[in-house]
């Protein structure tokens, strides 16, 4: 199965990523409605990418107590409808995968399976991968580095 990969020491912090997202998902160009985070560090002098993990056993899923979450395939869902906007799933999460702004919860939805943030990183930072030992390695590393943050 394909998922989104992220490479923080190729990106640069241009947040081309965010935009499109957002315009894609709510018609406004603004990195904050996107579903990947850049997050900068002034004093160390990098960018990361902050964007859901599509977990197998997640957080988000286990405290919805409307059922709105369900992992599917390669992507945890998010039925707008059964959705009540209550902010567990944001408080939950340990990744920083889901975030709320403007009263939406952002998550990404892989874009059903094509991201187009992907199309729009031009350095390489984001990649939609076939899952390998390899990369499944070193996505726990960041996923536990994100963790001691
Ligand atoms: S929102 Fe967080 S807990 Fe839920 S699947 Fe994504 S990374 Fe995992
Ligand atoms: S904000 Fe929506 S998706 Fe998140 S926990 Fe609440 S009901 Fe579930």
Known sequence: MKYL???PEKCTGC??????CSLKHFGECNP???????V??????YEIQFVCLQCDDAECVRVCTKKAL????NVVIRDEKKCIRCRMCVVACPYAGVHSFKG???????????P?????????ALKWEEESME???????????LLKR
Not at 15 to 20: E, G, S, T, V, Y
Not at 40 to 45: L, N, Q
Not at 135 to 145: D, G, Q
Request: glycine letters at 8%; aromatic letters at 8%; a positive charge.
């Open 40 to 45: 900068r560090d002034e004093f160390e002098r």
């Open 70 to 73: 369900r992992k599917e395939g």
């Open 135 to 145: 990369i499944t390695e070193r996505r726990k590393r960041l996923a536990s580095a």
């Open 116 to 124: 187009l943030c992907v199309k729009f990183c031009s350095t390489g």
């Open 15 to 20: 947040k081309l990523c965010a935009l499109a």
């Open 5 to 7: 990969y992220t490479y």
């Open 104 to 114: 939406k919860i952002i998550k990404c939805d892989t874009c059903g399976g094509d």
């Open 32 to 38: 904050k409605m996107g579903a990947i985070n850049i």
